[in-house]
Antibody, heavy 128, light 111 residues
Framework: QVQLQESGPGLVKPTQTLSLTCTVS??????????WSWIRQHPGKGLEWIGN???????YYNPSLKSRLTISVDTSKNQFSLRLSSVTAADTALYYC????????????????????WGQGTTVTVSS | QSALTQPASVSGSPGQSITISCTGT?????????VSWYQQHPGKAPKFLIY???YRPSGVSNRFSGSKSGNTASLTISGLQAEDEADYYC???????????FGTGTKVTVL
């Protein structure tokens, strides 16, 4: 079955860049059948969508994070990654990667209708 | 884009039915039939429960059902069981600057 696994440092210093990778198994990112997403959850809080990426490199970002955010894909490794720069304590959260089911064209106005497979999540703490 | 509004908590006794509401606007819930629901047990990743307002992915119990009226979507859990105690989140496609938005989350307690 499809599995997603997040990896990366659990501790990042303020002002530095947070980098996470999601490794996909059981499905091929380059098949183009899904988008791939990052979501985070602050301690004791709800879910916050960070951004999506398609195998072609097309991305959608949360406007509140866009100036600091880069999501990239490596189809040869079947991975996608998150980079969030200039982090502060407010970026301390549990970070999830997920697969996004969508309708329509992946490269033109896709309509996401569900995050159907999730990774187990990885906790990132921003602290000096 | 503001989060969709859900009640903070809902409770019920085993065997009962409960309903969780999710209120948005005409730019999200009211404008599209792309509402989804997720169940999250403590310390676990969310689980995909409902999509397109009322459709269940394969393997999801038929005790979970979804509906929508105007700008409000609802998730009903029938025959409430102890294992249903979890947090529940709605989500909707939106025509604003983000492709979708999550709800604020509802904690379901089985009494």
């Amino acid at each position: 079955q499809v599995q997603l696994q997040e990896s990366g440092p659990g501790l990042v210093k303020p002002t530095q860049t947070l980098s996470l990778t999601c490794t996909v198994s059981g499905d091929s990112i380059s098949s183009g059948g899904y988008y791939w997403s990052w979501i985070r959850q602050h301690p004791g809080k709800g879910l916050e969508w960070i951004g999506n990426i398609y195998y072609s490199g097309k991305t959608y970002y949360n406007p509140s994070l866009k100036s600091r955010l880069t999501i990239s894909v490596d189809t040869s490794k079947n991975q996608f990654s998150l980079r969030l720069s200039s982090v502060t304590a407010a970026d301390t959260a549990l970070y999830y990667c997920a697969r996004v089911a969508f309708y329509g064209s992946g490269n033109y106005s896709p309509i996401p209708y569900g995050l159907d497979v999730w990774g187990q999540g990885t906790t990132v703490t921003v602290s000096s | 884009q503001s989060a969709l509004t859900q009640p903070a908590s809902v409770s019920g006794s085993p065997g009962q039915s409960i309903t969780i509401s999710c209120t948005g606007t005409s730019s999200d819930i009211g404008g599209y039939n792309y509402v989804s629901w997720y169940q999250q047990h403590p310390g676990k990743a969310p689980k995909f429960l409902i999509y397109d307002v009322s459709y269940r992915p394969s393997g999801v119990s038929n005790r979970f059902s979804g509906s929508k009226s105007g700008n409000t979507a609802s998730l009903t859990i029938s025959g409430l069981q102890a294992e249903d105690e979890a947090d529940y989140y709605c989500s909707s496609y939106t025509s604003t600057s983000t492709p979708y938005v999550f709800g604020t989350g509802t904690k379901v307690t089985v009494l």
